[in-house]
């Protein structure tokens, strides 16, 4: 891919209306995945027309529009993006917003399937920390979550992450009945091995083959379980993420909360989400979208772009409102969470 330097920007920084500046964006390069995972897709999805997933040189032109405008930190997601072809292509071009100094940080979030081959190649692109997710290291319990996961080769490519350098976070789902018992445990596991752990509420997001009621474990009940073990001190740590972050004295690490269900962290949200069809999410938890891919579709210059963003921004809600709905156990947000990017 060969693509033009942004230069320095003329155009204001984006400001929604309650005073947040945008300053970070998620980027769902694909919706297709390698996995399974129960709470996050049904065994038989069916994905979307290749016509419809945005070019990676599409992909690059929305996301520097972005760095043009103020936005210092991109994380690619999916799906699952280290299984789009020629990933590495994008990771590569956008790494030159890092050179510029336009962009602080470049990052991915992965189920780690592929790092084995992908994680030098990341490191040259300039990504320095990824988040690998990761709920279970109990290979059979791995495989019924992931229903089509190899437990061995997520293992190999967290090992090959490290020799590379990359700094690691574990990302884990806490799921009632499944994963429960072993959260001390993962802890002791990530710290020993010099990662920080963030657990995860379940959220009703697109339609799952399960019921989420039954999978909902509320990170209350895992930090008192944890606090069982570890002594935990609130700290001041930020990455620009909506967790909130405790340190472990036994262990020396850090614990991460992302409670979406139980606690609202919409004041302080400085972020918004392309889906890999362009569509663009201004909060997780809401409807209201707005569609860059017919912007850059129909118009070479980025004008119609720009204006389309300013847009948007401009109609970016306060907040979300997500609820597990224990009557109709529908999803209250229908979109799945891989479409959108985790
Ligand atoms: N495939 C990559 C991965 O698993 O890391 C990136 C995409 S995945 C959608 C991003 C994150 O969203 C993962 O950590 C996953 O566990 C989480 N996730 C997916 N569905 C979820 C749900 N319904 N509730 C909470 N987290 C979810
Ligand atoms: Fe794939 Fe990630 Fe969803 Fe699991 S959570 S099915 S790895 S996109």
């Known amino acids: 891919m060969t693509l033009a330097r942004t230069a320095p920007s003329a155009r204001p920084p984006l400001i929604d209306p309650f005073a947040r500046e945008i300053t970070y964006l998620r980027i769902s390069v694909t919706d297709r995945c390698d996995f399974r995972c129960v709470y996050c897709m049904s065994e038989h999805m069916s994905f979307l027309p290749k016509k419809e997933i945005l070019t990676l040189e599409e992909l690059d032109r929305i996301s520097s529009a972005f760095v043009e ?12 993006p280290l299984v789009r072809r020629d990933i590495m292509s994008l990771f590569h071009s956008l790494g030159r917003h890092l050179e510029t ?9 992965t189920n780690g399937s592929q790092l084995h081959r992908f994680a030098e190649e990341l490191v040259d692109a300039g990504v320095r920390r990824i988040n690998v997710s990761l709920d279970t290291r109990d290979p059979d319990k791995f495989r019924e979550i992931t229903r089509w996961g190899d437990f061995d080769k997520v293992m190999n490519g967290l090992e090959a992450a490290r020799r590379a350098g990359l700094h690691v976070k574990i990302n884990t789902v806490a799921l009632k009945g499944v994963n429960e018992d072993e959260l001390t445990e ?21 339609e799952i083959d399960g019921d989420r009621t039954d999978q909902y474990l509320p990170l209350r009940l895992v930090r008192a379980q944890l606090g069982q073990s570890f002594t935990l001190s609130e700290i001041d740590y930020k990455t620009g ?26 004041e302080s949200c400085n972020r918004v989400r392309l889906t890999c069809t362009g569509t663009l999410f201004m909060c997780l938890g809401q409807e209201d979208a707005a569609d860059l891919r017919e912007a850059v579709r129909t118009s070479e210059a980025d004008d119609l772009l720009h204006e389309t963003i300013d ?28 479409v959108t990017g985790g």
């Open 186 to 206: 993962m802890v002791r596991w990530a710290h020993g091995d010099g990662m920080d752990i963030t657990f995860i509420e379940t959220m009703p997001m697109g």
């Open 311 to 338: 847009e948007a921004i401009a109609r970016k809600p306060k907040g979300h409102d997500f609820v597990i709905d224990r009557r109709s156990r529908r999803p209250s947000v229908s979109r799945h969470m891989s």
């Open 241 to 266: 993420g909506p967790a909130r972050y405790v340190a472990s004295a036994e262990t020396g690490g850090r614990i991460g909360f992302i409670t979406p269900m139980t606690h609202n962290f919409c």
């Open 101 to 109: 100094g336009a962009l602080d940080e470049l990052t991915l979030t």
């Open 69 to 80: 405008r103020g936005v210092r930190k991109l994380r690619i997601t999916g799906g699952e």
